[in-house]
């Protein structure tokens, strides 16, 4: 079937590797980011979320960092497993509103 | 629990037609959403509902789009004089009442000949 990953920027990396992906966000007035996991054929899977008062948070083999001077957020995925093989989307939301403005994605692929 | 079922799952219409997509979002979940997602992009902010009424409809690209919730729980997208440029997979989403996590069904994909 068609892949969402189809002309996304693609990150390779080897199993067992540390993964970053990267996000640059244009809305300074964003005060609450999440990284969204989605797998062909399926709907975004939360992944982690962070708020802007925060730089960093970790989840499990996940960590987010936020840098409000430059409006760059970055997804890092520790000892990548072929089941993290995905298109990854940063994603924005402002001002207490519930409308959620995606990035663009990134198609991560994990070589066994 | 259930999560949140779209139908149908695939759509294939003609130019001019008229179509509706079908949300059921998990129970209790007061917030919906509409997204739409071309190929090799992210998902696109159509439409978002508090219980019944729609809180911000700013992502409805023309008055051919129109969605509704009558009863607070599942909801209908609606395309009239559909177009081939409306192609594309529509994504539905519901939350709690003021959660940040929205839960993402799998989507309905749209074809227009």
């Known amino acids: 079937g068609e892949s969402v990953g189809l002309h996304l920027p693609t990150l390779s990396v080897q199993e067992g590797d540390n993964s970053i992906i990267n996000c640059a966000y244009s809305?300074?007035?964003?005060?609450?980011f999440i990284w969204y996991k989605q797998e062909s054929g399926k709907g975004p899977q939360f992944i982690i979320d962070i708020r802007s008062n925060m730089d960093k948070r970790q989840g499990q083999r996940v960590t987010v960092l936020l840098n409000k001077t430059v409006k760059h957020l970055s997804l890092q995925i520790a000892a990548t497993q072929p089941g993290d093989s995905a298109v990854y989307f940063c994603a924005e939301k402002s001002g207490g509103y519930q409308k959620v403005t995606f990035g663009t994605g990134t198609k991560l692929q994990v070589i066994p | 629990g259930a999560g949140v079922s779209q139908t149908p799952s695939n759509k294939v219409t003609e130019k001019g037609k008229y179509v509706e997509l079908r949300c059921d979002p998990i129970?209790?979940?007061?917030?919906l959403y509409w997204y739409r997602q071309s190929l090799g992009q992210g998902p696109e902010f159509l439409i978002y509902?508090?219980?019944?009424?729609?809180?911000?409809d700013s992502g409805l690209p023309n008055d051919r789009f129109f969605a509704v919730r009558p009863e607070g729980s599942v909801s209908t997208l609606k395309i009239q004089r559909t177009e081939r440029g409306d192609s594309a997979v529509y994504l539905c989403?519901?939350?709690?009442?003021?959660?940040?996590?929205?839960?993402f069904g799998p989507g309905t994909r749209l074809t227009v000949l």
């Open positions: 509902f508090q219980g019944t009424g729609a809180a911000d």
């Open positions: 809305n300074s007035a964003s005060d609450y």
């Open positions: 989403a519901s939350s709690t009442h003021s959660g940040n996590e929205q839960f």
């Open positions: 129970s209790g979940h007061t917030a």
